[in-house]
């Protein structure tokens, strides 16, 4: 957004790591806009309802723009296709930034529940991983600003319905409690890590009534001439890129 404005260039060859250079990232951007482009991710269950489309590009920018400014890595459990790599390779303003991205694939009801029942599994392989790499690096523990660069900043269930419904093996009522209990999961991990959980719907309807009534916080974007419009309880786009 923005690329080819000077005042928005992103500069990605800072010799700094971790949150540091993110937020140098960040710092680029133009400071008197960059809140009204995009809402912050709050704690807690956020539901993003896309008008007339999947919304992929808007569901990877909130992710990019969140990790930009948090240390942490993201999880991303993912159905539909919402991880196009090649879409967030277009729109991330460095490679380190893609690298925070942990994606696990359920193509199926089965395999999309057992990924979020996983997750925990895969956070704490990560940290090991993390902390590993960084002792044998130079020992550095990263942020100075309290945040943890090993524990995760942001978890992302795009689509989180989708292979319930896609499943015919499944009757509706077994669809109905398995999707309730990968919902109660996901608000367990919001608490438990303390982080945004960002999930959207395939369908509004009384199947997904469920994830609306868990998501503590809503936004909706609707498609206009201009670009993306999104609204939220404390957030409207007020300027477009």
Same mark, same amino acid.
């Given at each position: 957004?923005?690329?080819?404005?000077?005042?928005?260039?992103?500069?990605?060859?800072?010799?700094?790591?971790?949150?540091?250079?993110?937020?140098?990232?960040?710092?680029?951007?133009?400071?008197?806009?960059?809140?009204?482009?995009?809402?912050?991710?709050?704690?807690?269950?956020?539901?993003? #309802?896309?008008? @007339?489309? &999947?919304?992929?590009?808007? =569901? +990877?920018?909130?992710? %990019?723009?969140? !990790?930009?400014?948090? *240390?942490?890595?993201?999880?991303?459990?993912?159905?539909?296709?919402?991880?196009?790599?090649?879409?967030?390779?277009?729109?991330?303003?460095?490679?380190?930034?893609?690298?925070?991205?942990?994606?696990?694939?359920?193509?199926?009801?089965?395999?999309?529940?057992?990924?979020?029942?996983?997750?925990?599994?895969?956070?704490?392989?990560?940290?090991?991983?993390?902390?590993?790499?960084?002792?044998?690096?130079?020992?550095?523990?990263?942020?100075?600003?309290?945040?943890?660069?090993?524990?995760?900043?942001?978890?992302?269930?795009?689509?989180?319905?989708?292979?319930?419904?896609?499943? #015919?093996?499944? @009757?509706? &009522?077994?669809?109905?409690? =398995? +999707?309730?209990?990968? %919902?109660?999961? !996901?608000?367990?991990? *919001?608490?438990?890590?303390?982080?945004?959980?960002?999930?959207?719907?395939?369908?509004?309807?009384?199947?997904?009534?469920?994830?609306?009534?868990?998501?503590?916080?809503?936004?909706?974007?609707?498609?206009?001439?201009?670009?993306?419009?999104?609204?939220?309880?404390?957030?409207?786009?007020?300027?477009?890129?």
């Amino acid at each position: 957004m923005g690329e080819h404005s000077p005042a928005n260039r992103l500069v990605v060859d800072q010799p700094t790591r971790g949150a540091d250079h993110n937020r140098s990232l960040a710092d680029q951007a133009d400071p008197a806009t960059d809140e009204m482009l995009l809402p912050k991710l709050d704690n807690g269950i956020t539901l993003l #309802d896309v008008e @007339g489309s &999947r919304g992929v590009p808007i =569901l +990877q920018s909130l992710v %990019l723009d969140h !990790l930009l400014l948090h *240390a942490g890595p993201a999880f991303w459990i993912a159905a539909n296709g919402h991880a196009t790599t090649t879409t967030l390779a277009q729109i991330a303003p460095s490679r380190r930034l893609l690298d925070r991205i942990h994606v696990a694939r359920g193509f199926t009801a089965y395999q999309h529940y057992g990924a979020v029942c996983d997750l925990p599994a895969a956070v704490n392989q990560s940290i090991q991983e993390s902390t590993a790499n960084n002792h044998a690096q130079d020992g550095q523990p990263a942020d100075g600003d309290g945040e943890s660069p090993y524990t995760p900043s942001l978890i992302v269930a795009p689509a989180v319905d989708a292979q319930y419904r896609a499943n #015919d093996t499944l @009757g509706d &009522r077994h669809a109905n409690t =398995l +999707q309730a209990r990968t %919902l109660a999961r !996901l608000a367990t991990y *919001a608490d438990g890590y303390d982080i945004p959980v960002l999930v959207t719907r395939r369908t509004i309807d009384e199947f997904t009534e469920s994830v609306a009534t868990v998501a503590a916080h809503h936004l909706e974007c609707e498609q206009t001439r201009m670009g993306p419009r999104i609204r939220g309880e404390e957030f409207e786009t007020l300027i477009y890129p």
